[in-house]
């Protein structure tokens, strides 16, 4: 049981790695279209997707509530498909939401912008021209995409276990080196890890859920950890019922044994005369 995810630069062949890769192992693929239905299904509006889908938001949407509910729902559709691991989850900064799950191998697929650009004029019918523009504005939107949500480098290779140039790998032979590595880097142990890791962020995500999207509590800048059953929040709220109630929904919550509030009671500043 693994889950492998794959950024890649726009005609790069990483598609058409990923599908080669599902052939092999099997697994699920997480990409695109699975997530608009997912993500429709949860409540994220056409629009918002399509403005924010592996995009920096601009300077009015970064300000907006707007983007904060996108990565919510966004970590919400992943960490949901995840935990149920042996599936491949295309870009979307999978392998920085699952950074820590010790089942989790990231891979990058790039290619040079040569071949980039022949691909993508076959694909677009386009002229070489346009082609540049096409794949210079995807690299601009997807790096500032991964440094406005996660702050990360999309282009450090530090940030995966493995980086393939498709210059001179082919998809069905970078599947097969990418499934090789899988199973000799994941063993039993970090299977056995990871279903709980996974276990552990999507039940944090379920609570954000519940307080801030169900019930409204105004908990500001809410973070969940949880581990094994043990759950601690924190953030900022005016009021102590919120707080008591941040806390009361959070203990009536399945797979929850204990709760740690590090919630801050913050009173609202109030104008003087």
Not at 33 to 60: C, N, T, V
Not at 92 to 111: E, M, T
Not at 131 to 136: G, R, S
């Amino acid at each position: 049981m693994a889950i492998i995810t794959i950024a890649r630069e726009l005609a790069s062949l990483g598609e058409e790695t990923a599908h080669e890769l599902m052939r092999i192992n099997g697994y699920r693929l997480i990409d695109k279209d699975y997530l608009e239905k997912r993500l429709s299904e949860i409540g994220l509006s056409a629009e918002k997707r399509e403005k924010f889908d592996e995009k920096s938001p601009g300077f009015w949407a970064s300000l907006s509530q707007q983007h904060e509910d996108y990565l919510h729902f966004l970590k919400t559709a992943l960490l949901e498909a995840a935990r149920e691991n042996d599936c491949i989850i295309m870009g979307r900064g999978g392998h920085h939401i699952l950074k820590d799950v010790p089942n989790v191998l990231s891979v990058k697929i790039v290619a040079p912008m040569a071949l980039r650009v022949e691909k993508t004029k076959a694909m677009y019918h386009c002229d070489n021209r346009r082609a540049v523009q096409m794949l210079e504005q995807s690299d601009r939107d997807r790096g500032g995409f991964h440094k406005f949500y996660f702050s990360c480098n999309w282009n450090d290779s530090r940030e995966y276990d493995l980086t393939i140039n498709t210059m001179r790998v082919d998809p069905v032979t970078a599947a097969h080196v990418i499934d090789s590595l899988r199973s000799l880097l994941i063993g039993q142990d970090k299977e056995t890890a990871g279903v709980q890791k996974m276990a552990d962020l999507y039940l944090a995500q379920q609570i954000i859920t519940e307080i801030v999207y169900k019930n409204r509590i105004p908990i500001h800048f809410l973070e969940v950890i949880a581990e094994n059953g043990i759950v601690a929040l924190h953030g900022v709220a005016n009021t102590q019922a919120s707080i008591d109630s941040a806390v009361a929904i959070t203990r009536g919550m399945a797979g929850v044994r204990h709760v740690e509030s590090s919630i801050q009671l913050v009173q609202e500043f109030t104008v003087m005369p």
